[in-house]
Nanobody, 124 residues
């Protein structure tokens, strides 16, 4: 069983930055691929970024490429999402997720564990 707890959300003006963090429990964190998804009101949950177990493999949604950076610290069981040049359309609840298999897929159903989410609001 894996428990994921997100932190770092908040309110920021357009053009600003936020750093989200996800703390994971469980002894096999370094074997899991991790990802961030987001869900805006009235919309489906969408892929943001993913990172493989070693951190070398990364994948980003086109909408955040060049602005967001995913990273992980396997010694601390954490995965972070650095978000720069934020836009109002980035407003959503952001979820951390993990999967017990290889690869960095983009579909939510490919992930096994989810956090409760953290709200990010970008004002114009």
């Amino acid at each position: 069983q894996v428990q994921l707890v997100e932190s770092g959300g908040g309110l920021v003006q357009a053009g600003g930055s936020l750093r989200l963090s996800c703390a994971a429990s469980g002894r096999a964190f370094s074997m899991y691929s991790m990802a961030w998804f987001r869900q805006a009101p009235g919309k489906e949950r969408e892929f943001v970024a993913a990172i493989g177990a070693s951190g070398l493999l990364q994948h980003y949604a086109d909408s955040v490429k060049g602005r967001f950076t995913i990273s992980r610290n396997n010694a601390k069981n954490t995965v972070d999402l650095e978000m720069n040049s934020l836009k109002p359309e980035d407003t959503a609840v952001y979820y951390c997720s993990s999967r017990t298999d290889l690869g960095v897929p983009t579909r939510p159903e490919s992930y096994d564990y989810w956090g409760q989410g953290t709200q990010v609001t970008v004002s114009s």
